[in-house]
């Protein structure tokens, strides 16, 4: 009697799964573009014409794409596909707001907490480069690089997770919150006393993930959003005071 044997795994099939599993992860994010094919194949030990069927297979399912004369780079589409349409709406219903920060509040202290119990000293060591980066550009006024950092800084925390989920909706999340995180930091580098409480609180996560002080991890991440909550409340205020103040005038 034939007894069926396992199937053996192709070859592409294994390193198609390897570089997926490096985007899952994060590793290879959106925008990186993939190593020479003579360097990765080599890198991979497998032959070229197997790497180009690996790199096909994903990029039928939409994680590459190939660009001529540009090589091979990862697409968006873990968190476009999340955050195109939620961009979109956030627009059309201002009060979804408050529901993206509850979200928010929950997934970040989440992502704190794990990244306190889980991170390696590779994690940490990004994290360590993420915060010092945010501290010095929040001691100048570029705006822009304020921004950059600060979502890095909590990006890599979400990374430090080791869960994929969170590492890709943070990015996501992000993503859709951008305008509105760009306005609430305006908003407070005008005022310094909350500039210090929110250079504290970032001061207060990093610190708490070093130490793998998962509950501390968790808290002051929920308090950091807590304070960007009220903080952006209160800007709101102060914009439609200004729009209508003007409305009086004209």
Not at 80 to 90: E, H, I, R
Not at 94 to 115: N, T, V, W
């Amino acid at each position: 009697m034939n007894q069926s044997r396992p199937a053996v795994a192709r070859i592409a099939d294994v390193v198609a799964r390897d570089l997926e599993q490096r985007i899952l992860e994060g590793s290879l994010k959106a925008g990186d573009r993939l190593p020479a094919e003579r360097n990765l194949a080599l890198e991979l030990n497998v032959s070229r014409p197997t790497l180009r069927e690996a790199i096909q297979k994903l990029a039928s399912k939409g994680l590459l794409e190939t660009r001529h004369g540009g090589g091979t780079v990862v697409t968006d589409r873990l968190q476009a596909t999340f955050s195109d349409p939620w961009k979109d709406m956030l627009q059309a219903h201002p009060l979804l707001q408050s529901d993206m920060l509850e979200f928010r509040h929950m997934l970040e202290g989440e992502a704190a907490m794990l990244a306190a119990e889980r991170a390696t000293d590779v994690d940490l060591e990004r994290i360590d480069t993420a915060y010092a980066a945010m501290e010095l550009a929040y001691d100048g006024d570029d705006m822009s690089a304020c921004i950059d950092t600060d979502v890095a800084f909590h990006q890599a925390i979400a990374d430090a997770s080791h869960n994929a989920l969170i590492g890709h909706l943070v990015a996501s999340l992000m993503q859709v919150i951008h305008g509105h995180v760009s306005d609430n930091l305006a908003h407070l580098h005008a005022l310094p006393r909350q500039w210090e409480q929110l250079r504290a609180q970032h001061r207060a996560i990093w610190e708490s993930v070093r130490r793998h002080a998962s509950e501390d991890a968790m808290r002051t991440a929920r308090e950091h959003i807590n304070f960007v909550r009220q903080s952006m409340e209160e800007s709101a205020k102060i914009e439609d005071r200004r729009n209508s103040a003007l409305r009086r005038r004209s």
